[in-house]
């Protein structure tokens, strides 16, 4: 999975961007868990404008 992102806010002068790679596996029909690492400071959380940030993750998925 890759995924790119972009934040403008003319208000503020800035723009911010960020980047993520993961890759997932499904376990079974239930669950699925995936590793990746992410780039940037772009948030899910548009209300903010945080430094940038990096790392690692884990997600797991599960689906009833």
Same mark, same amino acid.
């Given at each position: 999975m890759g &995924?790119? =992102?972009a934040f403008h806010a003319p208000r %503020?002068?800035?723009t911010?961007? #960020?980047a993520l790679l993961g890759v997932y596996r499904e376990l079974n029909p239930y669950a !699925? *868990? $995936?590793v990746g690492y992410s780039? $940037? $400071?772009v948030s899910d959380d548009?209300? !903010?404008i &945080? =430094? %940038?940030r990096e790392g690692v993750f884990l997600? *797991? *998925? #599960?689906k009833f």
């Open positions: &995924e790119v =992102r %503020a002068n800035t911010e961007y #960020g !699925r *868990i $995936g780039w $940037g $400071g548009m209300r !903010r &945080e =430094r %940038a997600n *797991i *998925i #599960g």
